[in-house]
């Protein structure tokens, strides 16, 4: 891959943490995130071990492939993550990548990932507070906000020390 083209990453950016090997990112995913970010003109922050993996990912993930990411997009001038609702509905509006969820990460942020790059069909979906994935077809990613806007609306209404499990940033 020739990073020359990319405006708005580096390939450290993607190394997996503690890993001095080499490793690839798909170039097309690449090109797509680096669109993205064009596109919203705002910071985006590769999370830690969030790009290409050699481990701390389920099974069969993408970020093995160098096929996802996991990051948030910043508020303009400031470290703080825009609200995750609104990351989603940039990612959506702009990536053409399927879009992962995660509201209750440290810092909260989207896993995008490009499996059309391998014949799947793109997906969208939330993880839960307790870690339980809700995936739905892409098309159906107004129906995903919308479900996952309910879900936290009843945790705020949780009773206090209800199921106040938070997950870390990979």
């Given at each position: 891959m020739d990073?020359?083209?990319?405006?708005?990453?580096?390939?450290?950016?993607?190394r997996p943490e503690g890993h001095d090997g080499d490793f690839d990112m798909g170039i097309g995913f690449i090109l797509k995130l680096d669109n993205f970010r064009s596109q919203i003109d705002s910071p985006m922050v590769v999370h830690k071990n969030g790009g290409f993996a050699v481990s701390g990912h389920s099974e069969n993930s993408l970020h093995y492939l160098g096929l996802a990411a996991d990051l948030h997009v910043r508020e303009q001038g400031s470290d703080r993550p825009?609200?995750?609702?609104?990351?989603?509905?940039?990612a959506y509006k702009w990536s053409?990548?399927?879009i992962g969820i995660y509201p209750f990460w440290n810092r909260p942020g989207?896993?995008?990932d490009d499996r059309t790059a391998i014949g799947l069909p793109k997906k969208v979906w939330?993880?839960?507070?307790?870690?339980?994935?809700?995936?739905?077809?892409y098309e159906d990613f107004h129906r995903c906000v919308r479900d996952l806007i309910v879900y936290r609306e009843r945790m705020e209404k949780a009773p206090e020390g209800g199921t106040a499990m938070t997950r870390s940033v990979r």
């Open positions: 990073w020359s083209d990319i405006k708005y990453f580096t390939r450290e950016e993607f825009r609200d995750v609702l609104e990351q989603a509905l940039l053409f990548l399927s989207l896993h995008l939330f993880q839960d507070r307790a870690g339980k994935y809700r995936y739905y077809p």
